[in-house]
């Protein structure tokens, strides 16, 4: 390295390292304020809250930005130099001069969009090569002449090289031009974004996010994002992108984790997850509600004053429409119902029992004998229990896993265990809570209990109260009137409230009904109709970044057309965007992968590699006694090298995991065995497998390789 490169390596380490003594100074004012907050300082529990809140989301955004704070600096051709991070910081003291620009803001979009050709006045742009706190090094790319992108496609090379860690990594320092347009897109409804394998959507779509979270910060904060996943393995390896970008107000969740408290235990056949997945289903829940609103066999009996009433079937009739043209959820639709019942039960019982002395026309005592009758009712058990067979308070557990059970012994809904629940069931039980509606009975009681205690706390206060004005004459005249004007009983009572601290997370991931401000949908072709209805439930403004490849689609429940699944929701506006280059798959597996392709989906073009591993994929054939060692040879030689490795297999290979568990996931080294196996229950799958790979993949096989791979090079060991 020349004497002026470690010179200005120095300046720029300095400068750095004064950029973190800007974020700690900060970290540790917003933290005094946060810990000031929890303590109340002398607010209402609902102000305190929204504070603490705050606060604690500010916390959390600079506490997470730590590693790589700083990653470049662009040089304008004016000789104006703005150096750009992971979050914005600025000068106090200096008009709050930014001296650190966010990457979302509108001045750092030079710094992925300007090139050789079209430098947007811009003359150079420096990467920093950090590790930690620390700067290593940069690269400097000179803009506006020809040839002045090298540097940068060697920054981006040396990215996707790198070997893998645990999780995936942000691109917040190597976004190229196609994703940034992608990522700031000006679109208020659904972004579709459809790249083939490596092409990089998935953190495409995260950093989006963090963008909209930027730009959007009060319209979003309130509410969040959602960010729905195909498996946990695939959240955990994402989860750390959007908190490395600042960003913590997003909940991260399957499709099966989508009704808080499920448990997801079985999975379904192929056939039963289609039926389930269609909106024909929709029929089969609302005739299983409407089924459990009964009519009498024979009229039930009911006694009230000595006198006799009958609940008919012309009655429950009667009662049973007016509950459905009310248009109210089931159960909430069952107070309609009883009051229709009571009233003419009670109607016939006061005609009996003033036959002869109480007409219409004495309309209070009319009205004094229907409440007396009224509480009876409400006190009779043989009514209640009446009541609950003809319009029973159902909930949606109980209502689906009795349809399971009752289905005939052929039918694809049919299962012995109607409560093993599957992937499948959760839009089904999401879309009975709305046609079922809650029970109101539980409410009323929590209300009244809320009620009492909130008095309870205000006579306690007022007590307080009472025992300083006893002891007026012991206190400083001034005190008390600060005392007097600060501990009125109602408002004591509110600082007993205990604060709700939870985040934003917590709390989304606990309601059933939170709404998102947006929601990505990552593997979306994998989605049916009906997971796409619980989604648009929980975000009412079809504000969406939905990510996938129809080619990998494996359901058949899932998406065969974008628009056939968005057409129902947001006709009008949703757009499509497309992304050609693979960033993690080199052209020497690609073109393995692509021979696949071709055979289940030849209309589709494969994604084209950037850049070429010089290792040439392989195949073994070993017999089934070899194939466990084969398999522990392939991860003892994996382990020594640096990056992630993992082997791919059909159901029953000894350490091997399914491809649909690897969707979205990338790996150092992938080794695929029978891969004819794989292919015989999912050409898509194979697909799948044989793209994980960014630097090495291996094949064993016992039988005939499918003919797609016939070009493999065969490995012979002695």
């Known amino acids: 390295m020349t004497q002026g490169y470690e010179e200005e390596l120095r300046s720029e380490r300095d400068h750095v390292a004064g950029l973190y003594a800007r974020l700690d100074a900060e970290r540790a004012r917003v933290k005094a304020e946060y810990e000031a907050a929890l303590g109340g300082n002398g607010v209402g529990a609902m102000e305190r809250d929204v504070s603490v809140r705050a606060l604690g989301r500010q916390v959390k955004r600079l506490d997470v ?223 299983a509600v409407a089924d459990r609103q009964r009519l009498p066999v024979e009229p039930v009996p009911v006694v009230l004053k000595d006198v006799t009433v009958r609940i008919d079937a012309e009655t429950a009739e009667w009662a049973r429409q007016e509950a459905r043209d009310s248009g109210l959820p089931h159960n909430e639709a069952r107070k309609v119902f009883t009051d229709i019942v009571t009233y003419v039960l009670t109607e016939r019982a006061i005609a009996r029992i003033g036959r002869g002395w109480l007409s219409r026309d004495d309309k209070d005592e009319w009205e004094s004998m229907r409440k007396g009758l009224l509480a009876d009712l409400a006190g009779d058990a043989k009514f209640t229990a009446a009541i609950d067979a003809l319009w029973p308070i159902l909930t949606p557990e109980e209502l689906l896993s009795s349809l399971y059970t009752s289905a005939s012994a052929d039918s694809p809904l049919f299962r ?68 007097e004007n600060l501990l009125y009983a109602e408002d004591l009572a509110e600082r007993f409230v205990e604060a709700d601290t939870r985040t934003l997370v917590e709390r989304a991931s606990a309601d059933r009904d939170w709404t998102y401000r947006h929601v990505v949908v990552d593997e979306a072709q994998e989605l049916s109709e009906m997971d796409w209805r619980v989604l648009m439930r929980r975000c009412p403004g079809r504000s969406f970044t939905v990510v996938g490849d129809l080619a990998q689609r494996r359901s058949a429940a899932g998406a065969r057309s974008w628009g056939a699944m968005l057409a129902p929701y947001v006709p009008d506006r949703w757009v499509y ?74 159901p029953g290979v000894p350490g091997a995991v399914l491809a649909s568990e690897t969707k979205g996931l990338e790996f150092d080294a992938v080794l695929v065995v029978e891969p004819a196996a794989i292919l015989a229950d999912s050409a898509a799958d194979l697909y799948v497998a044989l793209t994980r790979a960014t630097q090495r993949l291996g094949v064993l096989h016992e039988g005939p390789l499918p003919a797609a791979l016939a070009g493999l090079a065969e490995v012979v060991r002695s």
């Open 65 to 287: 930005v730590d590693n790589g704070l700083c990653f470049g600096r662009l040089d304008a051709v004016s000789g104006e130099r703005t150096y750009i991070g992971r979050v914005g910081l600025f000068d106090e003291e200096d008009e709050y001069r930014p001296v650190l620009l966010d990457w979302r803001a509108p001045a750092a979009r030079p710094f992925y969009t300007a090139t050789g050709a079209n430098p947007e006045d811009m003359h150079r742009r420096r990467q920093f090569h950090t590790r930690g706190r620390r700067v290593l090094g940069f690269t400097d790319e000179d803009l506006g002449r020809p040839g002045g992108d090298a540097q940068g496609d060697a920054a981006l090379l040396a990215a996707v090289n790198a070997p893998r860690g645990e999780g995936m990594r942000d691109i917040v320092a190597t976004i190229q031009a196609e994703q940034d347009e992608i990522i700031r897109l000006d679109h208020p409804g659904v972004l579709v974004i459809e790249g083939g394998p490596g092409t990089g959507k998935t953190v495409v779509a995260l950093h989006r996010v963090a963008y909209l979270l930027y730009t959007q910060r009060e319209r979003m904060e309130r509410h969040g994002a959602l960010v729905v996943g195909p498996n946990p393995a695939f959240l955990n390896h994402i989860g750390r992108v959007l908190p490395s970008l600042g960003e913590t107000d997003v909940v991260f969740t399957t499709t099966g984790d989508l009704v808080p408290g499920l448990h997801v235990t079985a999975e379904d056949t192929p056939e039963a997850a289609r039926l389930k997945g269609s909106l024909k289903i929709l029929d089969v829940l609302k005739a």
């Open 416 to 483: 012995a265990d109607g409560s093993a629940w599957t992937v499948s069931d959760v839009p089904l039980l999401d879309e009975l809570v709305d046609l079922l509606g809650h029970d109101k009975t539980a409410e009323k009681a929590a209300d009244a209990a809320a009620e009492r205690a909130r008095k309870a706390e205000a006579e306690y206060a007022e007590g307080v109260f009472q025992t300083m004005k006893l002891d007026r004459e012991e206190m400083d005249e001034d005190v008390m009137l600060s005392a």
């Open 577 to 650: 965007r497309s992304l050609t280059v693979n960033y993690r798959t080199p052209a020497e597996i690609m073109a393995v992968a692509a021979a696949v392709l071709a055979d289940f989906a030849p209309d589709v073009v494969p994604p084209e590699s950037v850049r070429a591993c010089g290792v040439p994929p392989w195949s073994r054939r070993v017999t089934g006694d070899e194939l466990p060692s084969a398999i522990e040879e392939f991860v003892r030689e994996e382990a020594g090298r640096p990056g992630t490795s993992v082997v791919i297999g059909p």
